[in-house]
């Protein structure tokens, strides 16, 4: 199963809005919406910040806010803060092998 | 509050075993289904196996179909990997999390495992 295909990196400064795509196929980001979204920082524990293609766990701030078209998902965060900085990667549902990740994203803010 | 404890990571030379443990705590364990993800380094996050909230069903990817077995014990709340025949290739950082449809809800804080001779 091959990876979700995402951007290597982005950047936004302060303030500012930035969107991550994460583009799949029909089998698995288009076929459902069992999309999620993880910040990683280096050294910590995976946070999901956005799981059924647009749900927020509670906790997560309201800047975060995930969408879907046909294959692509994608993630926006507005209001860039500086703890923003991280990788970011997106999953799926595929029923052929269960879960498939995205390649991950990594958001300097600049 | 949900907690996954990952325990068991080392240093193995190639072609070796070891056995990886998570310890859950703060959710009804026996209710979910619970997965290992890894993370190399440099590399992005790595989904591998998954097992069923029973454990009548266990799926691998094909990088470990073979040389590694997820089980779980609900009576203990507890997930365990067991790997043999180990690769300098399987160097990374091992998570386990709760699954639902794709998503990883919970995450450990990962257990480190390098393989070198």
């Known amino acids: 199963q091959s990876a979700l295909t995402q951007p290597a990196s982005v950047s936004g400064s302060p303030g500012q809005s930035i969107t991550i795509s994460c583009t799949g196929t029909s089998s698995d980001v288009g076929g459902h919406n069992y999309v999620s979204w993880y910040q990683h920082h280096p050294g910590k524990a995976p946070k999901v910040m956005i799981y059924?293609?647009?749900n927020r766990p509670s906790g997560v701030s309201n800047r975060f806010s995930g969408s879907k078209s046909g294959n692509t998902a994608s993630l926006t965060i507005s209001g860039l803060q500086a703890e923003d900085e991280a990788d970011y990667y997106c999953s799926s549902y595929t029923i052929n092998t269960h879960v498939v990740f995205g390649g991950g994203t990594k958001l300097t803010v600049l | 509050q949900v907690q996954l404890v990952e325990s068991g990571g080392a240093l193995v030379k190639p072609g070796g075993s070891l056995r990886l443990s998570c310890a859950a705590s703060g959710f009804t364990f026996s209710d979910s289904f619970m997965s290992w993800i890894r993370q190399a380094p440099g590399k992005g996050l790595d989904y591998f196996s998954i097992i069923s909230s029973t454990g009548d069903y266990t799926n691998y990817a094909d990088s470990v179909e073979g040389r590694f077995t997820i089980s779980r014990d609900n009576t203990k709340n507890s997930l365990y990997l067991q790997m043999n025949s180990l690769r300098a290739e399987d160097t990374a950082v091992y998570y386990c999390?709760?699954?639902?449809?794709?998503?990883?809800?919970?995450w450990g804080q990962g257990t480190l495992v390098t393989v070198s001779s």
């Open positions: 059924d293609v647009s």
């Open positions: 999390a709760t699954v639902r449809y794709g998503q990883f809800d919970y």
